[in-house]
T-cell receptor, first 111, second 113 residues
Framework: SQTIHQWPATLVQPVGSPLSLECTVE??????LYWYRQAAGRGLQLLFY??????ISSEVPQNLSASRPQDRQFILSSKKLLLSDSGFYLC??????????FGPGTRLTVT | AQTVTQSQPEMSVQEAETVTLSCTYD???????LFWYKQPPSRQMILVIR??????QNATENRFSVNFQKAAKSFSLKISDSQLGDTAMYFC??????????FGPGTRLSVLP
């Protein structure tokens, strides 16, 4: 069966520091991968999606970037965090069909 | 732009009772999927139920069922025999074929003992 992992689960970082969040999927190949951000008590905002290695599409211009160095690995990064980057970050994967399955998420607090 | 609206920010229901969560969406697409996701306090997003727009029959998963009205662009979720574990945020989502998901703002459901 397929599983999706995210780490770290919780992160507290100062403003101006770099960021690297990792997402990996097991038990499938060539999935579509997604990064979402969820502000407290709010809905999901799609940040990036990827249909293959090295293929990244950005939905919202911002302080973040994404990379897909391997088929089942998706990384969210920032060179310098802003206070507004705080939130709950969810990674999701989708088979080449229509459902999305979510990881456990990373709670990021920028201080 | 395609949008999903959930007009009930918060709802509550007594344990063992039935509750219906509303969702409407706006699209010009004719082929798409609709979903309800549940996000409990753990914040893990869990797929509850899905509906394919070309199917007229409403989807059902145990205590969860939907009322899909394609012409009205309405997709409500009915939870029967509510349980304490149903307490969560519920997100309605719309996925046109070959495009990205669009999520609604969510409805916070509290099941009261």
């Amino acid at each position: 069966s397929q599983t999706i992992h995210q780490w770290p689960a919780t992160l507290v970082q100062p403003v101006g520091s770099p960021l690297s969040l990792e997402c990996t999927v097991e038990g499938t190949s060539n999935p579509n991968l997604y990064w979402y951000r969820q502000a407290a008590g709010r809905g999901l905002q799609l940040l990036f999606y990827s249909v293959g290695i090295g293929q990244i599409s950005s939905e919202v211009p911002q302080n973040l970037s994404a990379s897909r160095p391997q088929d089942r690995q998706f990384i969210l990064s920032s060179k310098k965090l802003l206070l507004s980057d705080s939130g709950f970050y969810l990674c999701a994967w989708s088979p080449r069909s229509y459902e999305q399955y979510f990881g456990p998420g990373t709670r990021l607090t920028v201080t | 732009a395609q949008t999903v609206t959930q007009s009930q920010p918060e709802m509550s229901v007594q344990e063992a009772e039935t509750v219906t969560l509303s969702c409407t969406y706006d699209t010009s697409e004719s082929n798409y999927y609709l979903f309800w996701y549940k996000q409990p306090p753990s914040r893990q997003m869990i797929l509850v139920i899905r509906q394919e727009a070309y199917k007229q029959q409403n989807a059902t998963e145990n205590r969860f069922s939907v009322n899909f009205q394609k012409a009205a662009k309405s997709f409500s979720l009915k939870i029967s025999d509510s349980q304490l574990g149903d307490t969560a945020m519920y997100f309605c989502a719309f996925n046109p074929y070959g495009q990205n998901f669009v999520f609604g703002p969510g409805t916070r459901l509290s099941v009261l003992p």
